[in-house]
């Protein structure tokens, strides 16, 4: 088990427990932040959108077409713009630091 810090919307960090396997946007969810994640995990929505930290941003997977084409269609889009349905933790993000993007 590791963990996550997940900047809510009221510019409160929150320490979350994570574990391998589960998406950053189940890992939100399941503690109960306001994150909507209409679709439950299948890249069809962007209401899992999140920032992540620029000292992270370069070590997470590449996204995919499905996952640019639903951040096309959201707004507040930044560089370090994912959706959180589409990164599974791992060991290696112990310590990632993500901001809820704006609703």
Same mark, same amino acid.
């Given at each position: 088990m590791g963990s996550i810090f997940v900047n809510d919307?009221? $510019?409160? &960090? !929150?320490? #979350?427990?994570?574990?391998? $396997?589960? &998406?950053f946007m189940e890992i939100i969810r399941d503690a109960g932040l306001d994150i909507e994640a209409a679709c439950? $995990? =299948? =890249?069809a929505c962007a209401t899992c959108?999140?920032?992540?930290? !620029?000292n992270w941003f370069d070590? #997470?997977?590449?996204?995919?077409?499905?996952?640019?084409a639903m951040l096309d269609q959201t707004f507040h889009i930044l560089k370090t713009s994912r #959706?959180? =349905?589409?990164i599974e933790y791992e060991d290696k993000y112990e310590g990632i630091n993500l901001t809820l993007a704006p609703e």
């Open positions: 919307r009221d $510019g409160k &960090t !929150h320490k #979350l427990d994570a574990q391998k $396997g589960s &998406t439950g $995990g =299948c =890249c959108h999140i920032y992540i930290d !620029h070590m #997470l997977p590449i996204k995919e077409g499905d996952e640019e #959706l959180g =349905c589409q």
